[in-house]
């Protein structure tokens, strides 16, 4: 996109639906330009109503493959797409690392879809705050279903569990024994489980495992969960099982706006973001205060980490 455009009129076309527009209002909010704070405000008034799904499991387990099977799902009912692609373990954004997510990228050219990938590094503030910014561009950009998938090392559950609405946790047959040893954080945030690779051997198995396991996270005299995490089977590979997990999604969306537990949710990501936000400026203006003076004096002794910082706090 040629020159700088003002502000306003950059969100205005991301209204419009602008893909151009829309990457460069994202690329300026998580990089966290002079601009960003204006463009966030907008995009934040903008955003709240669409479903956002994180899509979380080991590596290999086939999330890439069922995102572009979703999003090939979610096109046919000609609803609007947006997918995060998150990657704590890398320093590239944009489109770099992307190259060989094919089941994702044949989608590329779809204007009802818009694919961004985010890395950690350079994101002042950490990548928390920048997935909520970019989720606020995709919003005002009309996207109805908003899928956040994190790719590389997988440990990071918990971080997409504070963005989401729904999670979905993949796993696949051959990670049988994996169930047992599952991190409990996995069983507790997951709100659908897939056995994904059912084409493979063992598949009903895993899914019985895997009802078990969740069955017993359930301690004796606690109360009925509103919510009982279904277990799918999908092959992403040949197709199947696909509009059953849509429509597992589709439930548990319903489900939250029909028992407030989405208000509840909603209510928790807004206070990570804002917890993010205080973080970002308490520190950065804390550390624009640091001069050569006070780290000579932290060399002779003067002073110490904790007075100085206690001082350049106030
Ligand atoms: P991710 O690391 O969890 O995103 O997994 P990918 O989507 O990259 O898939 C890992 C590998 O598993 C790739 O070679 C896929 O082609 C393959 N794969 C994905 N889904 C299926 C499936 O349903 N059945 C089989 N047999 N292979 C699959």
């Not at 992307?98 to 990228?105: E, Y």
């Not at 994190?150 to 696949?172: C, F, K, N, P």
């Not at 928790?268 to 001069?291: C, G, N, P, Y």
Request: hydrophobic content about 40%; aromatic content about 4%; glycine content about 10%.
């Amino acid at each position: 996109m040629p020159g700088k455009i003002a502000p306003l009129e950059l969100v205005k076309r991301v209204r419009r639906g602008d893909h151009a527009a829309a990457s460069r209002a994202l690329t300026l909010v998580v990089n966290d330009a002079p601009s960003s704070e204006v463009l966030a405000k907008e995009f934040f008034k903008s955003s709240g109503s669409a479903q956002k799904v994180g899509v979380s499991g080991p590596p290999g387990a086939g999330k890439s493959t069922l995102t572009g099977r979703l999003i090939g799902y979610y096109r046919s009912k000609k609803l609007k797409v947006g997918v995060l692609m998150v990657d704590p373990s890398s320093s590239i954004s944009g489109g770099a690392f992307l190259g060989d997510r094919l089941r994702v990228m044949e989608h590329a050219t779809d204007s009802g879809v818009f694919i961004r990938s985010l890395a950690s590094r350079g994101m002042i503030g950490g990548l928390t705050y920048a997935i909520f910014g970019a989720i606020h561009v995709l919003e005002t950009l009309g996207c109805d279903k908003i899928l956040i998938e994190t790719v590389g090392t997988g440990q990071d559950e918990v971080e997409i569990a504070s963005v989401a609405d729904t999670i979905l946790y993949v796993t696949t047959p051959s990670m049988g024994d994996e169930i047992q040893a599952m991190k409990a954080g996995a069983m507790e945030i997951g709100d659908i489980f897939v056995v994904n690779k059912a084409d493979l051997a063992g598949k009903d198995k895993a899914v019985a495992d895997l009802k078990a396991a969740l069955g017993l996270g359930h301690s004796a005299g606690q109360a009925v969960k509103a919510w009982e995490p279904p277990v799918l089977a999908t092959s992403a590979k040949n197709g199947e099982g696909i509009s059953e997990l849509a429509s597992a999604l589709d439930g548990h969306w319903a489900h939250l706006r029909k028992s407030g537990e989405g208000r509840a949710r909603l209510k928790r990501q807004h206070a990570t973001e804002l917890q993010f936000w205080i973080q970002r400026r308490v520190i950065k203006s804390a550390l624009d205060r640091v001069t050569d003076k006070i780290l000579e004096d932290m060399v002779l002794r003067k002073t110490d980490p904790a007075s100085i910082g206690r001082k350049l706090l106030r």
